[in-house]
């Protein structure tokens, strides 16, 4: 876990500024970020639960605009693909084709990947859309039906990302992945900052196995310190949450976990954690459930498809 903890304290850069509580709802700023899903992989309801009344959940990602660029970028590929452009559509239209400037993936879980598809002959038929990638991902597509056809045919244009390395787009924005422990069958699991350099910094980490710590303490204080925004990994709120199954074999930092690890850390810091990628059967999933209003009455967020964010 060295790894995960040295990338972000790399990263580490002049203090940025504090995020404040602002509605940006009628604000167009330069850089926006917007919540296109915030459920796990599966969404909701999830396949075979055709009883589920509840909220609807389309699979975590994020949508990128650099309005002075003319610019437009996708975290993560989700299934959901179709439906969180044309969200994106509506909030900034493209200037060209299907708009898409670039497309990072976390890594190949469905809910992140699967969404590439789209932009293959069946679909869009697009041209050379840039999918950033890391090593093993980019050979995992590379080399693996139905995603090298799309190479072949140039649809998509995999551009490699190092650890570590920031990705410098046209237009000022840095993009820079990071490790973090996950489950790796086919590709590394990166989490993502996303920079306007003077301007404002935010994390999207969606997926990870547990909180690494070093010896200063837990990677996540160094990260709540240091960006505005932090979208991060909400898949379960406690261990009670898969009907009466043993989860302790099962990964992922709980919500309620999380939010004891940060408590002691001051409002304006507990402001900045958007929590994210949650399960079909995770309380927040409902924004009247007793679960969200705790997560708000204890100085955090539950990301919501639709949330705007200025960087
Ligand atoms: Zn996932
Ligand atoms: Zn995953």
């Not at 969180?84 to 084709?97: I, S």
């Not at 140039?154 to 046209?170: F, H, K, T, W, Y």
């Not at 810091?269 to 059967?281: A, E, G, Q, S």
Request: proline share 8%; net charge negative; charged share 25%.
């Amino acid at each position: 876990m060295r790894l995960a903890v040295a990338a972000w304290g790399a990263l580490a850069l002049a203090s940025q500024p504090v995020a404040a509580q602002v509605d940006y709802s009628d604000l167009r700023c330069t850089y926006e970020l917007i919540v296109l899903g915030a459920g796990q992989d599966a969404g909701a309801p999830q396949i075979g639960n055709a009883e589920d009344e509840g909220p609807r959940l389309l699979p975590s990602s994020l949508g990128l605009i650099d309005r002075n660029a003319g610019k437009r970028y996708l975290f993560d590929a989700s299934p959901a693909i179709t439906e969180q452009l044309t969200m994106l559509d509506g909030r900034e239209p493209p200037t060209d084709g299907l708009g898409v400037d670039g497309v990072f993936l976390t890594h190949a879980h469905i809910g992140h990947y699967l969404g590439l598809a789209y932009f293959g002959r069946e679909a869009a038929g697009a041209s050379n859309v840039p999918v950033y990638a890391m090593p093993r991902m980019m050979e995992f597509l590379a080399g693996n039906g139905p995603w090298s056809q799309l190479v072949e045919l140039g649809n998509i244009a995999l551009q490699p990302m190092a650890d570590r390395s920031p990705v410098e787009l046209e237009g000022g924005l840095e993009v820079t992945p990071a490790p973090v422990p996950h489950r790796d069958e086919y590709s590394e699991t990166v989490g993502f900052s996303i920079s306007a350099p003077r301007l404002g910094e935010a994390l999207y980490l969606p997926d990870i196995d547990y909180w690494p710590t070093d010896r200063r303490g837990p990677l996540l204080i160094e990260a709540i310190e240091r960006f505005d925004y932090i979208f991060i990994d909400a898949t379960f709120w406690d261990d009670n949450e898969l009907g009466g199954r043993d989860m302790s074999e099962i990964p992922h930092p709980r919500v309620t976990e999380t939010m004891d690890l940060l408590q002691d850390r001051p409002v304006q810091d507990r402001l900045k954690v958007h929590f994210i990628h949650y399960n079909h059967t995770n309380p927040i999933r409902d924004p009247g459930s007793p679960e969200s209003r705790e997560v708000e009455e204890r100085g955090f967020n539950v990301a919501r498809r639709g949330d705007r964010f200025c960087l």
